[in-house]
């Protein structure tokens, strides 16, 4: 057998957002690359589509001739495969052709000397469930890497419940990024491990490059309210609303793609300035050039089993922070201020702008505990390929 291995992912990402949405997945994919050939399904809706998305779903796949393409290798080693399903999910023969023409996409990119060692999914969808139903057999692993709590999020369709919690039950292991996940996963399946978030230490920490702050942000009125990320379902633009109140004078900074929602919010707070999205490797000057960094996110059923990707990357910095009263972040209370309500929020923020930056020898050696390399060493060690 060949001793070269390879590494399926079920990813929920585009290709075209890889650069801009530096996630999880992002860090721990390129880490396993550098051990195994990943080849990464790219993200496919799933949801019925509305008449005017499936118009326009319909007129793109005619332009480009319907046809199922590959990409070339993007992110070191990384190989993206476009599946070429149709937007059309709502029957059995759709969903059964949409699944012929995903393993047909495989397939035709996996090389045939290529070892099929892990099986690893982010994106339950079904069509990921019916992969692993059918394929389970041919890896040596199978992962779940689970992110959120999948049926309290509007965009994806109203099974997703059911097909999350059968895959927990399929695969060999369960990774679940906070307590809540943890806590519900490992009722399904008994091999489900804890492993939060991470972070690209040396990106974040204040030394270095970190320590110049960009053109676009040096004329700016101080305090700089800042969050770095995407405007997803958990942000809440109240709580900027109600920090901005209170601190009069203050600008808030929004770097990330904010998808057009941003118009009302500026509307009503004229110093709100989006920045859109900066490649990650840039990210570290944008917040070090904050004074206050911000986790704005509603308190719901959704955002339970949220761990914010960009906590650790704000610890790195020293800043001080302030979150909404996320569950995974509370046994952080060193590191931040936790709200239970917006007066609450904005009163964090207020006193939190005259707080000193702790020095980066005083959080090295604790966001280094957690740096990504520590986490997917962790992983591999879970997944237990000698």
């Known amino acids: 057998m060949t001793d070269r291995r390879g590494l399926l992912c079920f990813g929920g990402f585009a290709r075209h957002d890889w650069a801009l949405l530096w996630q999880r997945q992002q860090a721990v994919m390129t880490r396993l690359a550098r051990r195994f ?4 399904v790219e993200r496919f809706g799933t949801r019925r589509l509305t008449v005017g998305e499936l118009s326009g779903a319909l007129v793109a796949r005619w332009l480009s001739g319907g046809e199922q393409s590959l990409a070339a290798d993007v992110s070191e080693g990384i190989q993206f495969i476009a599946p070429g399903v149709a937007p059309f999910h709502g029957t059995p023969f759709w969903r059964r052709r949409n699944y012929d023409r995903l393993t047909a996409s495989v397939e035709r990119a996996w090389p045939r000397e290529l070892r099929r060692s892990v099986l690893w999914i982010y994106n339950p969808s079904y069509l990921a469930l019916e992969f692993l139903r059918h394929a389970a057999g041919q890896w040596e692993r199978t ?5 959120q709590r999948f049926e309290f999020n509007r965009y994806y369709p109203p ?5 999350d919690r059968e895959i927990a039950r399929r695969v060999d292991l369960v990774l679940a990024d906070s307590r809540t996940i943890w806590e519900e996963k490992k009722r399904l399946n008994p091999n489900c491990h804890l492993v939060p978030q991470g972070v690209d230490v040396e990106r974040f920490i204040y030394e270095g490059a970190n320590r110049t702050p960009p053109d676009e942000l040096r004329s700016l009125t101080r305090p700089i309210l800042g969050y770095q990320g ?3 379902q958990a942000f809440d633009p109240e709580l900027i609303a109600a920090a901005l109140e209170a601190t009069p004078g203050a600008t808030f900074v929004f770097v990330g793609p904010a998808l057009g929602r941003e118009a009302q919010l500026r509307r009503r707070c004229p110093s709100a300035v989006f920045l859109g999205p900066r490649a990650h490797t840039e990210l570290g000057r944008y917040v070090n050039a904050f004074d206050v960094c911000l986790i704005p996110y509603r308190l719901d059923p ?6 914010p990707t960009k906590f650790f990357e704000y610890v790195a910095t020293g800043l001080p922070i302030v979150s909404t009263d996320l569950p995974d972040l509370r046994e952080y209370s060193e590191y931040v201020r936790l709200a239970r309500s917006g007066d609450e929020f904005a009163a964090y923020v207020r006193a939190a702008i005259h707080q000193r930056r702790r020095p980066p020898e005083l959080v090295r050696p604790f966001v280094e505990q957690h740096s990504w390399d520590c986490r997917v060493a962790q992983m591999l060690d879970l997944v237990n390929l000698r």
């Open 302 to 307: 959704h955002t339970e089993g949220v761990f």
């Open 37 to 40: 050939d990943v080849h990464y």
């Open 230 to 232: 995407a405007w997803h």
């Open 143 to 147: 992962v779940y890497d689970c992110v």
């Open 159 to 163: 099974d997703i419940g059911e097909i």
